[in-house]
Nanobody, 119 residues
Framework: VHLVESGGGLVQAGGSLRLSCEASGSTFSINAMGWYRQAPGKQRELVAGIPFSGAPPNYDDSVKGRFTISRDSVKNTMYLQMNSLKPEDTAVYYC?????????????WGQGTQVTVSS
């Protein structure tokens, strides 16, 4: 599975950005996708995840009410709408895909897209 992110950039605090992640290849092998982020000097953290089953997505507490994850199954594309951005949201955002039911199966990462929020 090949994941390609887009939509990062520089935005002022309070602004919005929309990230996209297009999946291609053996997409039948995945049934969940998510967004992680990694700020300089910090560990990579899960921002939001969305299962393909239709179950509700989950969010880190730091982004609840501001970010919305969604997926277009026809386009094999996942989105992250980020509103009310804060300087602490500055990070490289990574798309992640995996088989939720298979712990031994491969998982997949995109190359990352930089999001910078200026104060």
């Amino acid at each position: 599975v090949h994941l390609v992110e887009s939509g990062g950039g520089l935005v002022q605090a309070g602004g919005s950005l929309r990230l996209s992640c297009e999946a291609s290849g053996s997409t039948f092998s995945i049934n969940a996708m998510g967004w992680y982020r990694q700020a300089p000097g910090k560990q990579r953290e899960l921002v939001a995840g969305i299962p393909f089953s239709g179950a509700p997505p989950n969010y880190d507490d730091s982004v609840k009410g501001r970010f919305t994850i969604s997926r277009d199954s026809v386009k094999n594309t996942m989105y992250l709408q980020m509103n009310s951005l804060k300087p602490e949201d500055t990070a490289v955002y990574y798309c992640y895909a995996w088989d939720y039911y298979c712990s031994d199966c491969p998982d997949y990462w995109g190359q990352g897209t930089q999001v910078t929020v200026s104060s």
